[in-house]
């Protein structure tokens, strides 16, 4: 059974870059596309893009110009970078695998916090 | 971006009671391929949220039968046969037909 675990810093400052991990258990990265996905504290969830095992990415045009996804296949892991971050990056950072349909299997999430 | 609505916003049911919850998309979710791509998830408190419906209608893994989506090309309605206590959260409906994926602004469900 698939497992997913996000991993990162909690406390960004205003302006640096936000760099999370998300590891896969239990299953292959292979043959599948991969999300990421934000929630400010209180509020709704974002999308915020996804790769496939590939590599090829889309990302949300709110945030294309300073997001990057990338993947290690052989390392079992997701990659989600975010420049020039202020207080409006503040949320919970999901990943989630793509399934024949909808997103099937999410992380707990690891919150985010970005403050001087 | 089509944006997605979801009604009501807040939702009160006496366990043993059905519910159901609209999401209204901007514009059509029916692929050319005949697939509705309308997700539904729930997000329990303090968890990540689950996804208890795809393409509108069919039932994720592990997920009981009282839940049930249906809907047309831009409404859509998640039906709980009968409320039980574990159903609190917030549900949320996403469409995944074109990118950026968005979703609706949650429904809270609470039980009186």
């Known amino acids: 059974q698939v497992q997913l675990q996000e991993s990162g810093p909690g406390l960004v400052k205003p302006s640096e870059t936000l760099s999370l991990t998300c590891s896969v258990s239990g299953g292959t990265i292979n043959s599948h596309y991969w999300s990421w996905i934000r929630q400010p504290p209180g509020k709704g969830l974002e999308w915020i893009g996804y790769?496939?095992?590939?590599?090829?990415?889309n990302y949300n045009p709110s945030l294309e110009s300073r997001v990057n996804i990338s993947v290690a296949t052989s390392k079992r892991h997701l990659s989600l970078r975010l420049s020039s971050v202020t207080a409006e990056d503040t949320a919970v950072y999901y990943c989630?695998?793509?399934?024949?349909?909808?997103?099937?299997?999410w992380g707990q999430g690891t919150a985010v916090t970005v403050s001087s | 971006d089509i944006v997605m609505t979801q009604s009501p916003l807040s939702l009160p049911v006496t366990p043993g009671e059905p519910a159901s919850i609209s999401c209204r998309s901007s514009?059509?979710?029916?692929?050319?391929?005949?697939?509705?791509?309308l997700d539904w998830y729930l997000q329990k408190p303090g968890q990540s949220p689950r996804l208890l419906i795809y393409?509108?209608?069919s039932r994720a893994s592990g997920v009981p039968d009282r839940f049930s989506g249906s809907g047309s090309g831009t409404d859509f309605t998640l039906k709980i046969s009968r409320v039980e206590a574990e159903d609190v959260g917030i549900y949320y409906c996403?469409?995944?037909?074109?990118?950026?994926?968005?979703f609706g602004q949650g429904t809270r469900l609470e039980i009186k």
């Open positions: 989630a695998r793509l399934g024949a349909g909808g997103m099937d299997v």
């Open positions: 790769i496939y095992y590939s590599g090829n990415t």
């Open positions: 996403m469409q995944s037909l074109q990118t950026p994926y968005t």
């Open positions: 514009q059509s979710l029916l692929h050319l391929n005949g697939y509705k791509y």
């Open positions: 393409l509108g209608f």
